[in-house]
């Protein structure tokens, strides 16, 4: 089954302390159904210092995974979120957008 969101697609965010911001898709757990996207959902962790590794402890900031209902695909013609439909064309499932019917 094909899924709408796919690595490396710009999506924005619909709902949370990031909604209306743009970023691409790094990662997708399909399990839970979640997605890390660059420069959203941005956590503070607590890392303990290690010296066999030569890693430094302290405070760093790292993406979170965010849930998928959350985002939606940002068409950059229209400047704002938009569905996926699929459609298929010489044997080949193809996705693009909904509201204008273009590939991406």
Known sequence: MSSKIRSNDLV?????KDKGKTG????IYRNNNMVIVSGINIVKKHQKSVPEKKQTGGIILQEAPIHISNLSIFNKKLNKA?????????????RRYKSNHELF
């Open 82 to 94: 938009d569905k996926v439909e699929f459609f298929w064309t010489s044997g080949k499932k193809i």
């Open 24 to 27: 691409l898709v790094k990662k």
């Open 12 to 16: 924005i965010v619909l709902t949370g």
